[in-house]
């Protein structure tokens, strides 16, 4: 069964600060999708990033991005230029091909500081 | 587009009835997943339906039960309600290609009280 490790319960950050929150994962698959998710105040999980495993390429989406090592078994997500509504409950997952479906680490929790 | 659906969005049940959730996932996505999400924890992976089946459960006990309907909408059935039973519960849906499910998307969650 695949794993996704979460290794920092909370972090913090300056707001307009960069801030980087890690994830961990393992799989013997090669082909396989990774997500951050992001859950403000409001409960609502929300998709910030994917990465799909056969991109060398790491995703972006505005001030977000991810550092993915596959060798590694590595997922980092970057925020740049922290905001106020960054703050949130993060979330990394995995998704392959087996019957395993989606797995979440176990979540970091940013605090972003005015 | 609708997104994923979660009826009701708050219940309140007494200690050792039945509650029932239901999720209508996004039109064309065939796999539902429910996740529990207690009060400062993570989400506790429930059920995982697909094309109508039962493909994977999480460490609950039998009382917690699902079923996924032929148009791919889903519930879950709590039995013999426990006070820890109380949480937001999650609902979310994906599509399937390759053999492979993308991303998930979620409902807004039915916060679930027991007392």
């Known amino acids: 069964a695949q794993t996704v490790t979460q290794s920092q319960p909370e972090m913090s950050v300056q707001e307009a600060e960069t801030v980087t929150l890690s994830c961990t994962y393992d799989?013997?698959?090669?082909?396989?999708?990774l997500f951050w998710y992001k859950q403000p105040p409001s409960r609502q999980m929300i998709l910030v990033i994917r990465q799909e495993a056969y991109k060398q390429q790491n995703a972006t989406e505005n001030r977000f991005s991810v550092n993915f090592q596959k060798a590694a078994k590595s997922f980092s997500l970057k925020i740049s230029d922290s905001q106020l509504g960054d703050a949130a409950m993060y979330f990394c997952?995995?998704?392959?091909?087996?019957?395993?479906?989606?797995?979440f680490g176990k979540g970091t929790h940013l605090i972003i500081q005015p | 587009e609708a997104g994923v659906t979660q009826s009701p969005t708050h219940l309140i049940k007494t200690r050792g009835q039945q509650a029932t959730l239901r999720c209508s996932p996004i039109s064309g996505h065939t796999s539902v997943y429910w996740y529990q999400q207690a009060l400062g924890l993570g989400l506790q992976f429930l059920l995982w339906?697909?094309?109508?089946?039962?493909?994977n459960r999480g460490n609950f006990p039998p009382r917690f039960s699902g079923r996924q309907f032929p148009n791919y909408s889903s519930e879950l059935n709590v039995n013999a309600l426990e006070l820890e039973d109380s949480a937001l519960y999650l609902c979310?849906?994906?599509?399937?290609?390759?053999?492979?499910?993308?991303?998930?998307?979620f409902g807004q969650g039915t916060r679930l009280t027991v007392v």
């Open positions: 339906y697909d094309e109508g089946e039962e493909r």
């Open positions: 979310a849906s994906s599509f399937r290609a390759t053999g492979r499910n993308t991303e998930a998307f």
């Open positions: 799989t013997s698959e090669s082909d396989y999708y």
């Open positions: 997952a995995y998704v392959g091909g087996g019957a395993d479906g989606l797995t």
